[in-house]
């Protein structure tokens, strides 16, 4: 069917209600959600518990659960309405939420060729009488949530996770891991990193909605970065941690593609735009929750993959690969395996890469190809969590370079990219400078972490 199609039969988006139920170990958080006239998604995220936990607490973030998770749902056949039955959302919460849409489905807009800017595209309502935030009157939101000195890390199978846990390793803080349905890198990351008591979330897709994806429903990408960012607070407020962390870093600022006049990003629910905009609801909507910032802002994904060369007991245990997730295997054919492998062969041992990587990928046509994309060689930059344009085409003369440093023959494919570059020696010297040497300055880092990062980051550089 055509999005017209979609929209005529289905012209309400309904968020109906949810319930909470505990458990022997958790609780367990059900949404309702209503696609007009007929179709009911009913998806669950369960939570492991500490021994004492707020029911307020759990009740306010459950309903927050469920507006990000709601988007997956809207998204098969984006109706003209969504109305929110199961709390109740100012006028400054709805703006929120309608960005969040907007700028957070822009890839599944674009690929769909989708246009959300049409008049009376999207509008969303609240009709729930339950309050949605812990502010007025004042002190209702300080339910005592937070342990000085505890940080909730989000964690994930890359190598970002495993330089974050490099990080705060070298601190005094205290680590509360927490992933959700972890791969088996995931728990690899974890067992090298010594961590034996990680919180696992489990998150489930109601099967209704992969059925509607089979028989012609709309499919794409979504900002799941918002949903951990939201489950994450959820479970730093029940576990009473200071700080939330993430590990998405300053390359995520960059889009890919400009499509009805605004800036279409693969990883926007990564990006430092959006960091601000939940801290920012975070602190109007529920200023004693823990604080949510990413450990890795001031840096980009060069600089993270020369400190992944001081982390080596991660090795074996990290995988980035997304299609070979689910067999835990590095594809050596999608962007993310390419630009891994790119972004680390400048700085880590030939032998060490062939052995994380089973063969020298640059002999691998399909990564060539992927290494042009990511270079602005060829389309656009794909859509991945990937580093910027500019970190891949360093990358490439730095990759040639540590040819030449380990006495290795050079891949064909990659002299011939390095060659359509044509850049210069001094214009790769000031690139290297930009991308290497210099700290970025838009962060939330509190003092503490930014002193662990800043000892990182200087001991990498003198150690490369």
């Known amino acids: 069917m055509t999005l017209e199609q979609l929209r005529l039969k289905h012209p309400r988006f309904i968020y109906k209600h949810y319930t909470t139920e505990k458990t022997n ?16 998604f009913r998806p669950t995220v369960d939570i492991p518990l500490p021994s004492a936990v707020d029911p307020a607490a759990i009740e ?17 056949a984006c109706p003209k309405e969504i109305i929110i039955e199961a709390g109740s959302l100012n006028t400054d919460q709805l703006r929120f939420w309608n960005d969040l849409y907007i700028h ?26 339950k309050p949605a935030s ?149 602190a109007h909507y529920f200023p004693s929750a823990p604080s949510y910032f990413s450990m890795l802002r001031p840096l980009n994904n060069l600089q993270i993959a020369r400190m992944f060369a001081l982390t080596q007991a991660f090795d074996a245990a990290f995988n980035s690969c997304n299609v070979g997730s689910k067999t835990d295997t590095w594809c050596r054919s999608c962007a ?23 063969t020298d990928l640059f002999s691998v046509p399909a990564v060539i190809e992927q290494v042009r994309k990511l270079t602005g060689l060829l389309e656009m930059k794909p859509f991945e969590c990937v580093g910027t344009r500019d970190e891949s085409v360093l990358a490439v003369y730095l990759a040639v370079d540590a040819y030449k440093k380990y006495l290795k023959e050079i891949p064909e494919g990659l002299l011939k990219i390095k060659s359509d570059l044509g850049i210069s020696e001094s214009e790769i010297l000031q690139l290297s400078h930009a991308l290497l040497d210099t700290w970025g300055d838009t962060y939330n880092l509190p003092p503490e972490h930014v002193t662990l990062v800043r ?10």
């Open 25 to 40: 170990t958790g609780i367990v958080i059900t949404y309702e959600f209503l696609l007009e006239p007929d179709i009911v």
């Open 455 to 464: 000892a990182f980051w200087q001991k990498t550089a003198t150690n490369i």
């Open 134 to 282: 812990a502010e007025a009157p004042a002190g209702k939101g300080n339910w005592g949530w937070k342990q000085e000195g505890t940080d909730l890390v989000l964690i994930g199978g890359g190598k970002d996770t495993a330089v974050t846990f490099g990080m705060l390793q070298n601190g005094s803080r205290r680590i509360r891991p927490m992933a959700v349905n972890p791969s088996a890198a995931t728990y690899r990351i974890l067992q090298a990193a010594g961590f034996r008591d990680p919180i696992i979330v489990r998150r489930t897709i109601d099967p209704i909605l992969l059925q509607l994806n089979a028989n012609g429903y709309l499919n794409g990408h979504t900002p799941f970065s918002a949903y951990l960012a939201f489950l994450g607070v959820c479970v730093g407020v029940l576990y009473k941690t200071e700080h939330v962390v993430v590990s998405n870093e300053k390359s995520a600022n960059e889009g890919n593609v400009v499509y009805k006049g605004i800036e279409i990003n693969h990883q926007y629910s990564k990006s430092f735009r959006f960091e601000q905009m939940i801290r920012s609801y975070l």
């Open 336 to 358: 993310k395996c390419a630009f891994t492998y790119l972004s680390l062969f400048p700085f880590l041992p030939y032998e060490r890469m062939i052995k994380i990587f089973g």
């Open 60 to 76: 306010l973030f459950a309903f927050h659960l469920g507006l990000v998770e709601s988007i997956s749902y809207w998204k098969a």
């Open 104 to 129: 957070g489905l822009g890839e599944f807009f674009y690929r769909n060729r989708i246009d959300f800017t049409v008049p009376e595209f999207l509008k969303i309502k609240s009709t729930g009488d």
